[in-house]
């Protein structure tokens, strides 16, 4: 770029003084969409062309690996040359690039591998076991959280104020053996990469001189969610020398209930000196109806820094509400409208479906099948979290390290080699005796004779292949090993051999998984520097896998609807939102209710979700929602209620009556009506084989309630696991 002051083009005045400002530590706060992001990218480019600043000097930090790779794209855009180098990443990615190059002065040992959360709580479930420690007085979970609640404050087990209470010293022990074990097997949980790259900097002063010598200048994004240790680590790193630019919004800070801590934003002002703070005020995002609204919303809440965020955009369409009957009705309402915006010039990708949680997807997701419409989804199902890729990225982690205990737990019998839980345990009792890995504990095993007969040979069959596994892989390119594992694994056979689609889908997410280290070793994944052959690449590609769970999946190219939690869908827009299953308990979530300052989490996660929006805004709920098997009646949402009247619209059948919302509803349906019991139920138990009408045949996996209200869980073939109200259904016993 010839003229740097093009990087100022279509910037307002506040916009144009905080990309331009001299070096210095700045605080842009302002609201959603007001071009907070934009500023960032557009200040790196500025630095960089204006103030000579070299790419290496820079350090910027994002929320989400998607982020990161758009705040990129952005920026080679803008300066119109590549930039791989620059280090822009997440706060985990960039944790564990510094973990890699020092992993000795990390006392790490070369090949750690990246644990996710389930690895982790795997792992703990197994801590419990071994210990014989009571896992209803300590759940799991509850466990896990506490780890990972420690890490986040920075706490090491001894460091942890225990008070004398014994049910604290207690989760303190446990942390600390499921430290040792990580370390005994050279895993690194998320929380473990930050605070230990915080630690590498804070006990090695020459590499932080380094580091701080490097840096020229630090930017981070979102910074309302950053969490204690984060903070630490931006302020150690810095120095409070490097000059930083931190951008964020206190009225989006949604990570409250994984540590974020929104006081980090008045802190950065107080701590890092000459803070300059800039406010941008008006929204270039959304319809002033959208605007209004979610400005209404959020006024609710008390706890607030306070800003203006106006538009001088169009008012735009009303904000449609639709009340379904149940969740298939409210799912048919989104698929529908969706197919209307399509022929109306929409692509699927200007779309999203936003919900809270997880398990709300599996509903609309059917639909959208069902009716052909392409889908793609961010986070949940995530293609990394799917369990044959999990089981196959088990495998090549043994390859990298055999004292992997998560991962050969995780595939010792999988495919079915005749290892029984028994065996496991035994072998886990073994290694927790010793002190040892689970795959020392197998050797000496058979070594000395204790695992033998048919226990012992399916052990040592299981040992073997890993061996030849390696043997066979140590000349191949990174996919041919991954396609190779697949095949001598067992595990494509296995699936192949599964019947139905869901074998077949799995089949073709191994194949992906293929694809995608191949499209890995050709630099298209990430801007990652330096990713090398064989086995180099092979680790390179599971710690991405491990980092990237969650961010993308699929075809990146195919015109597909967007879906994803409202969480994932911060810091993205849309021009067509529907935020679906709006209301009481599951939005704002029943756990919100009970604890303090949780219900204004609640309404700044809606601000988000409204402010996602650019033209035009769907809200549904529905009458009846069956969710994890049971069936609730919900209200509408509060938050429907605290948007402005003469910005919303109650829409009936597909947009065909609309008239103004009331708030106090006609009674619904079910209500005046009841379910009518069938005559003359078939008698049906666990494990019949069925057949319907339309679904075809099946089996009877699971049945629940009584009379009218009576339903079975079937499994049909082809069609999936269906739950039917059993005196509708029209099921015949075969
Ligand atoms: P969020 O709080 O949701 O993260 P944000 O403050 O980061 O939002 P951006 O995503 O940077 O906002 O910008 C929102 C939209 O407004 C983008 O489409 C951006 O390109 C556009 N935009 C920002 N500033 C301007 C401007 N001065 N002129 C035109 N469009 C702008
Ligand atoms: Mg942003």
């Not at 590498?200 to 979102?222: M, Q």
């Not at 809200?619 to 429907?640: C, D, N, Q, Y």
Request: net charge negative; with cysteine.
């Amino acid at each position: 770029m010839d003229d740097v002051t093009a990087i100022l083009d279509h910037m307002n005045a506040a916009q144009r003084e905080a990309v331009s400002a001299p070096q210095g530590n700045m605080l842009v706060l302002a609201g959603a969409g007001s071009g907070k992001t934009r500023v960032l990218v557009h200040r790196i480019a500025w630095l960089m062309q204006a103030e000579g600043l070299s790419p290496y000097a820079v350090l910027a930090v994002t929320f989400t690996n998607k982020a990161a790779r758009e705040m990129r794209t952005r920026l080679e855009a803008l300066l119109g040359l590549s930039l791989r180098h620059v280090w822009v990443g997440t706060f985990h990615s960039i944790a564990h690039r510094l973990l890699r190059t020092h992993w000795q002065d990390a006392r790490l040992p070369q090949h750690f591998q990246i644990i996710d959360s389930d690895d982790q709580l795997r792992l703990i479930k197994r801590l419990l076991k071994e210990n014989t420690i009571d896992d209803e007085r300590y759940p799991p979970r509850q466990v896990q959280s506490f780890i990972s609640g420690c890490k986040e404050e920075g706490l090491r087990p001894h460091q942890v104020n225990v008070n004398g209470d014994a049910y604290l010293m207690q989760m303190v022990d446990l942390y600390e053996r499921y430290q040792l074990t990580c370390e005994r097997g050279g895993l690194v949980d998320f929380g473990e990469l930050l605070l230990r790259s915080l630690e590498l900097l804070r006990d090695n002063p020459a590499l932080l001189a380094h580091y701080r010598e490097r840096f020229g200048h630090v930017l981070v994004d979102e910074f309302q969610d950053t969490n204690t240790l984060q903070y630490a680590w931006l302020k150690l790193l810095s120095g409070m020398q490097t000059p930083m630019t931190v951008v964020g919004d206190d009225d989006q800070s949604i990570y409250g209930w994984r540590g974020a801590r929104i006081e980090n934003i008045r802190r950065f002002e107080q701590e890092f000196s000459e803070t300059k703070t800039v406010r941008l005020e008006q929204n270039y995002r959304s319809t002033s109806a959208i605007l209004e609204s979610a400005n209404a919303l959020i006024s609710h809440n008390a706890e607030r820094m306070g800003k203006e965020l106006w538009t001088d955009g169009e008012q735009g369409e009303p904000i449609s509400v639709y009340g379904g009957f149940n969740d298939l009705d409210e799912a048919r309402f989104i698929v529908d409208t969706i197919r209307d915006k399509v022929s109306e010039g929409f692509k699927r990708s200007e779309m999203a479906i936003l919900y809270r949680s997880n398990a709300q997807s599996r509903v609309i997701e059917e639909t959208l099948i069902r009716q052909g419409v392409a889908y793609r989804i961010y986070g949940g199902q995530r293609f990394y979290e799917r369990m044959e890729i999990k089981n196959a990225l088990a495998y090549l982690r043994l390859l990298l390290n055999r004292n992997d205990d998560a991962a050969l737990e995780r595939v010792i019998n999988v495919p079915a080699r005749g290892i029984g839980t028994r065996t496991v345990e035994l072998l886990r009792e073994r290694a927790r005796l010793d002190n040892t890995s689970l795959w020392q504990a197998l050797h000496d095993g058979l070594h000395d004779g204790s695992l033998k007969g048919r226990a012992g040979n399916a052990v040592r069959v299981f040992s073997d292949l890993i061996e030849r596994l390696d043997d066979e892989t140590s000349m191949l390119a990174l996919h041919e090993i991954i396609d190779h594992v697949g095949e001598r694994s067992g595990l494509i056979e296995h699936h192949r051999n599964e019947k139905g689609e869901k074998g077949q889908a799995r089949v073709e997410n191994l194949e992906e998984l293929v694809t995608a280290a191949k499209a890995f070793t050709q630099g298209e994944a990430l801007g990652n520097a330096e990713i090398g052959e064989g086995m180099v690449a092979l680790e390179a590609f599971l710690a991405e896998a491990a980092l990237n769970a969650g961010d993308h999946e699929a075809d990146e190219f195919e015109d597909c609807v967007q879906m994803m939690t409202l969480h994932s869908a911060k810091g993205l827009e849309f021009p067509v939102v529907f935020i679906t299953g709006v209301e009481e308990g599951l939005f704002p979530h029943k756990m919100s209710l009970e604890e303090p300052g949780r219900l204004e989490e609640e309404r700044r996660l809606c601000y988000v979700g409204l402010t996602r929006a650019m033209q035009k805004l769907y809200l549904t709920h529905a009458e009846v929602r069956r969710l994890h098997g049971k069936e609730t009646f919900p209200r509408p949402s509060r938050f429907v209620r605290e948007l402005p009247e003469q910005h919303l619209e109650e829409v009936r059948m597909r947009g065909q009556v609309s008239r103004p919302l009331s708030v106090s509803r006609p009674q619904p349906s079910w209500r005046q009506q009841g379910v009518e019991a069938a005559g003359d139920l078939p008698s049906l138990s666990l494990g019949q084989r069925v057949s319907h009408p339309v679904f075809g045949e099946g089996v009877i996996l699971d049945a629940e309630g009584e009379g009218e209200r009576a339903r079975v869980h079937v499994s049909f073939e082809g069609e999936g696991a269906k739950w039917l109200v059993l005196g509708f259904a029209k099921l015949t016993p075969l």
